[in-house]
């Protein structure tokens, strides 16, 4: 029997003890006011991880995905948000039946950012996601980058070759280049620096009250 010795036990110990005096995250409320996504998703209910494959999905849930909360985030939640809603209506979206096409190519800007976002929410990927199991529930093939559409992204129902295309515009209500540069710029004080987290989530928080300015939907 593999015996251990008393001064692992107690490092053990310790940082056990340690680990229980973290704090639970805390994060801005106005996360909880954000809608929900909530998908249907076979898979899960074939391997029962959900109850008939019912995926309720938050915002926080996509900033504990992503490591963080910004205008980036905040609009691939947004375009995925309002655009299954068009797509589906009242339907519940099938989540893993659903074609993501966005324009910009995967080494522009934070495109790689909108399209984990986007993947985590629809399960869509290129090469990286689920194989399949008995030619079911396949997730690659479903995430193309730099397509020929004119909005920024467009999402396709696999079951009726139904498209939207969703555009982006958070320059409408906020400016996050003026808000970093007030933080990491030549003109950065340290008051500024100290009020960037709060201004920055504010800033996020805009974003959503003032969805039906920075989201446009195009049905095809």
Known sequence: MLQVSADKRIRCTRKWLTLRKLKMMEYPKFYDEVEHIVLQDDLSKFLGASEEGIIDLSYLDIVKMAGHSCATVAGAYLMALKGLQTLY??????????????????????????AQ??????GATADTGFVGIDASFNRRGLLFFGTSIESNLRLTRLDTNRSVEVSYMPGKVVNSGEIMQSAVGP????????????????????????ADKVIDLKNI
């Open 89 to 114: 209506g009242t339907d519940l979206p099938k989540r893993g039946k659903i074609k993501v096409e966005l324009r910009e190519s995967l080494s522009d800007g934070n495109t790689g950012v909108v």
């Open 187 to 210: 003109g950065a004080t340290e008051e500024s620096k100290k009020s960037f987290p709060h201004r920055w989530q504010e800033m996020v928080h805009s974003i959503f009250e003032n």
């Open 117 to 122: 976002v986007l993947s985590n929410i629809t």
